[in-house]
């Protein structure tokens, strides 16, 4: 008889049951619901480019070995929910990456890159390296009032990207002409909105971000605010979802649901018409975070002249644009951006126009309809596409 194999320390995996613990407290127990199926890895848009450069099933299993996850792959996930929308248990895969990241954090190993975006939060109130000075520059010579509770139904919420990046400007200052065809009676922060912290929490750190919610929910009782609009599908959900000073008297709307809701009591109407071709990309964090699927397919079709064409993945289908999960600051090898592969589906249905309604999808599918030659589609935010009715 041959001897049995002595144990290599490669063979020897040690249990935390300290990081156990706290990853099924800090999950609310969403960890432990998964029985390693598989659909998590089996639907993720990274297997749309062979290899298996990200495992969501792996990286779950060894979370539950109590083992730590400290390398690159934990930061590829972009945290669409695809996973979610199919696992059979119900897991909540994002909020388990989360967790995930911040014992990075607290191992002081983050992706390269990382610890700038939240010194840029810290200092400047926003990701993107801009001073705070310049966080109303956007609107130019746009006069926009102040909020004013005794004077306004609602209050903009630009967010950080439709306020700094010079493409996503162009949504906002869409919106703000929309809102006036409309008599909205709306205003914004100016230089005192706070940014929602959503990029913080999307790559984990959990303690700063928590900071940040109360900082924002304090500054939002502040000035009255109750109902308000957000441009970023980013914004909506992080203030839906995930900001516990928030109480009943503030109540969040994504844009498209405001536009519907203006368009059903005939407050917004259509003087042009729009004769293109039109498929619609569902933002993740619109779309399978939140389940709004109709309201901008609804404003889309009532526009006078579009033909709407649905794409080949649409709906809780819908791909990603690679720019979730705090992937918009990190690099993204060229080969590997689902942007490419959502731009190729959107010329298969012979569109003339891929309409979205979330700034990192507008940048994200833009440049990759930028690299691509031949290409004379043209990516559109939905606010755009409304204004060029008015």
């Known amino acids: 008889m041959q001897p049995s194999k002595v144990p290599s320390n490669d063979d020897i995996y ?50 539950q070995m109590g083992q730590y996850v400290h390398d ?22 994002p909020q388990i990456i989360r967790v995930l990241r911040s014992f990075v954090w607290e191992g002081k190993k983050p992706e390269k890159g990382l610890p700038s975006l939240l010194w840029s939060v810290y200092w400047n109130n926003n990701p993107w390296t801009q001073p705070p000075s310049k966080r109303s520059n956007w609107i130019g010579s746009v006069d926009v009032p102040l909020f004013d509770p005794e004077q306004h139904e609602i209050m903009l919420y630009v967010g950080c990207t439709s306020s700094y990046d010079r493409r996503a400007q162009k949504i906002a200052l869409s919106l703000v002409e ?72 503030i109540s969040p709307l994504h844009y498209t649901q405001y536009l519907e809701d203006l368009l059903r009591d005939g407050r917004l109407s259509f003087t042009k018409t729009v004769k293109k071709r039109v498929t619609f990309q569902d933002p993740c ?42 992937r918009m600051w990190l690099e993204t090898e060229a080969g590997e951006r689902f942007s490419d592969s959502r731009i190729q589906q959107a010329r298969d249905a012979n569109s003339d126009y891929l309409v979205t309604a979330c700034p990192f999808c507008v940048v994200c599918l833009e440049d990759s309809a930028k690299s691509i030659s031949g290409c004379d589609m043209q990516v559109m935010d939905l606010a755009e596409v409304v204004a060029q009715t008015l």
Request: one cysteine or more; proline letters at 4%.
């Open 178 to 249: 929309i809102f006036r065809a409309s008599g909205v009676r709306f205003g914004y922060l100016g230089e005192d909105e706070p940014c929602c912290g959503e990029s913080v929490l999307s790559i984990g750190h959990l303690p700063y971000f928590r900071d940040i919610a109360s900082n924002t929910a304090k500054i939002m009782y502040e000035w009255g605010v109750t109902d308000f609009v957000t441009i970023s599908p980013h914004c909506y959900d992080v203030f839906t979802n995930h900001y516990p000073d928030f109480d009943d008297r």
């Open 72 to 93: 690159s792959s934990l930061w590829l996930c972009t945290t669409c929910d695809q996973c979610s929308a199919y696992c059979p248990r119900g897991v909540d895969v």
């Open 285 to 326: 964090y619109l779309g399978r975070h939140n389940r709004i699927f109709d309201a901008p397919r609804i404003v889309i079709k009532a526009i006078p002249g579009i033909d709407f064409v649905e794409m080949a993945d649409s709906g809780l289908d819908g791909l990603c644009c690679g720019g979730g999960g705090g």
């Open 14 to 63: 040690i249990v935390d049951d300290t990081l156990w613990n706290e990853l099924i407290e800090l999950t609310e127990g969403a960890a432990a619901l998964c029985y390693q199926c598989g659909v998590c890895t089996a639907v993720c848009p990274w297997g749309l480019f062979g290899g298996d450069s990200l495992s969501i099933r792996s990286i779950i299993r060894r979370a």
